[in-house]
């Protein structure tokens, strides 16, 4: 099994900036893509930034220039650096892996158990 846990959420005013952490545990061969997503209260969940193993990004487009993405493959951590906060930015944030466990197996979804993030003064 595998377990993702997020850390570095909270409340910040606009124009802030918070960093979120996502770090992969378990059994993990290897992981392919990770991504954030966020829901807002009464929303869909959305993609924010997606991450490949080789370090191609991709961005939703309201936060292209404020959020960027990153990982430590050695550590199985996903971070995102958010800044510029708005209050549109407010939800919880919601880290994706996906992990295989062996070399047979094929790559499964996973999610954490999401992290509030709150822009407001």
């Known amino acids: 099994q595998v377990q993702l846990v997020e850390s570095g959420g909270g409340l910040v005013q606009p124009g802030g900036s918070l960093r979120l952490s996502c770090a992969a545990s378990?059994?993990?061969?290897?992981?392919?893509?990770m991504g954030w997503y966020r829901q807002a209260i009464g929303k869909q969940r959305e993609l924010v930034a997606a991450i490949t193993s080789g370090g191609s990004t991709n961005y939703q487009d309201s936060v292209k220039g404020r959020f960027t993405i990153s990982r430590d493959n050695a550590k199985n951590t996903v971070y995102l650096q958010m800044n510029s906060l708005k209050p549109e930015d407010t939800a919880v944030y919601y880290c994706?892996?996906?992990?295989?466990?062996?070399?047979?197996?094929?790559?499964?979804?996973?999610w954490g158990q999401g992290t509030q993030v709150t822009v407001s003064s």
């Open positions: 994706n892996a996906e992990v295989r466990g062996s070399i047979i197996a094929r790559y499964l979804d996973y």
């Open positions: 378990g059994r993990i061969f290897s992981i392919n893509a």
